[in-house]
């Protein structure tokens, strides 16, 4: 069974910075599109970005662009999220996700499998 | 953008039929496919239909979905106890240029 474990999450004030990782275990993440979404207290789920299997391609949700840095290290097994300038309104639970979709075509695509999820506060 | 539009609850009776809808636009579920995902609270989102009407290995036929235009529907039949989640839709969205889910559906079970 795939295993994502994500890790980095905690409390941090405004304008501050954090890094999350995620790390798979009993498989290879390398062929795989990874994604981060995130889920606000009591509220929805928003895809946060995701990056290709090589790490050249990445796409971010626009109002989070410049501020978010999605980047992987298929060596470590692992996927990264930076966050800079946070602010209040980005606390929420982030979970890293393998994003799968038709080989025929991209736009249908999905979240197949989740990791249980990193707490993120952004308080003074 | 905003989210997809779904139905904040819903519920049911074992043993009943319920549905939960999905409603967006043409950059969105009239043009692409739509996925759903259960959540029960305080556990991660899991999938569970995706690409229009498509199962995971794993989730039981009790579950289906169609999609018609800009809207979805799911559909769980013979309601159990354990189906007491969150249900959200979601869908590759032409404007955002990235996924789009809906508000989320509480289903609770009588």
């Known amino acids: 069974e795939v295993q994502l474990e994500e890790s980095g999450g905690g409390l941090v004030q405004p304008g501050g910075s954090l890094r999350l990782s995620c790390e798979a275990s009993r498989f290879s993440l390398s062929g795989y599109w990874m994604s981060w979404v995130r889920q606000s207290p009591g509220k929805g789920l928003e895809w946060v970005a995701h990056i290709s299997e090589d790490g050249y391609e990445k796409f971010y949700v626009a109002s989070l662009r410049g501020r978010f840095t999605i980047s992987r290290d298929n060596a470590k097994n692992s996927v990264f999220l930076q966050m800079d300038s946070l602010r209040v309104e980005d606390t929420a639970v982030y979970y890293c996700?393998?994003?799968?979709?038709?080989?025929?075509?991209?736009?249908?695509?999905?979240?197949?499998?989740w990791g249980q999820g990193a707490p993120v506060t952004v308080s003074p | 953008q905003s989210a997809l539009t779904q139905p904040p609850s819903a519920s049911g009776t074992p043993g009943q039929r319920v549905s939960i809808s999905c409603s967006g636009s043409?950059?969105?579920?009239?043009?692409?496919?739509v996925n759903w995902y259960q959540q029960v609270p305080g556990t991660a989102p899991k999938l569970l239909i995706y690409?229009?009407?498509q199962r995971p290995s794993g989730v039981p036929d009790r579950f289906s979905a169609s999609k018609s235009g800009t809207s979805a529907s799911l559909v769980i039949s013979g309601l159990q106890s354990e189906d007491e989640a969150d249900y959200f839709c979601a869908a590759w969205d032409d404007t955002l240029s990235g996924p789009l889910f809906g508000g989320g559906t509480r289903l609770t079970v009588l």
């Open positions: 996700a393998i994003m799968d979709y038709n080989r025929v075509w991209w736009k249908d695509n999905w979240f197949d499998a």
């Open positions: 690409s229009n009407r």
């Open positions: 043409i950059s969105n579920l009239g043009s692409n496919t």
